[in-house]
């Protein structure tokens, strides 16, 4: 199977990959969405994932938003695994033209990879919301910037120019992924000749749907669980994403 994706990867000329969750939990990162990750929330916070990080909530309570953002998103001593480096060595072979992912820990940019697409954002950018004043992670982090709802001590960053409520760029539910990076991620898709899939289970709307604008010669499905999409696949391994690539990457 490993000689197969060996072949594939050697004749690809305009590769994309496509990856999620998965591609990270090898750098240390959980997924909020697993199991797990459900039990945490609804247990320590009273809400589930998506609650915790709708639009609706961090409208109505952002010192809860943030406590659970900080607590639980934010993984800054993480370091790219070797899913990471093998999708940027490819890019620097001439043979992977874009990353698209949907995670927003910075990791793929952090391996070297150039032309990478966030359909949700990153955690390393932030903005005002008032004046639209541009912060790093480091700042958000810092205490020393941060109050509670009412005042005093609490984990709301806010803005140095304005003292505007400091949000992460990054894609809440409830809110449209940017437009111009998901029609560059269905241009890139399109023109491809081969998809690699890796890390997510394809369910989760509507970067899930992005595989349907897929009209290239090879799908690879890359992920430890089966995916609604396995059978249309040419070739799917599950096994690590890490262990695969790094293993079929010359």
């Not at 409208?59 to 990471?84: G, Q």
């Not at 008032?130 to 005093?152: E, I, N, R, S, T």
């Amino acid at each position: 199977m490993y000689e197969e994706l060996k072949e594939i990867l050697e004749q690809g000329r305009r590769m994309v990959f496509f990856g999620g969750a998965g591609v990270s939990t090898e750098s240390g990162i959980p997924d909020f969405r697993s199991e797990k990750g459900l039990y945490h929330a609804v247990q320590v916070y009273g809400h589930r994932p998506e609650e915790m990080l709708s639009h609706s909530l961090f409208a109505a309570e952002p010192e809860l938003f943030f406590r659970y953002y900080k607590e639980n998103l934010i993984y800054a001593d993480a370091k790219p695994n070797p899913a990471h480096l093998a999708l940027a060595k490819l890019e620097a072979q001439g043979a992977l033209r874009a990353v698209i992912t949907q995670n927003i820990d910075g990791l793929h940019q952090a391996a070297g990879s150039k032309n990478v697409l966030e359909l949700h954002g990153s955690v390393l950018r932030n903005y005002c919301l008032k004046c639209g004043a541009q912060y790093d992670l480091d700042y958000v982090l810092d205490p020393a910037h941060c109050k509670g709802q009412k005042g005093g001590e609490g984990p709301i960053p806010r803005c140095a120019v304005c003292g505007g409520m400091v949000r992460p760029d990054v894609v809440l539910y409830e809110e449209s992924l940017d437009q111009s990076v998901l029609n560059a991620s269905v241009r890139a898709i399109e023109e491809a000749d081969v998809l690699i899939v890796g890390g997510t289970s394809l369910v989760v709307y509507p970067a899930a749907g992005l595989i349907r604008y897929f009209q290239g010669d090879k799908l690879v499905l890359l992920n430890l669980q089966e995916t609604p999409y396995d059978k249309e696949a040419d070739l799917c391994v599950h096994a690590p994403i890490g262990e695969v690539l790094s293993a079929c990457v010359l």
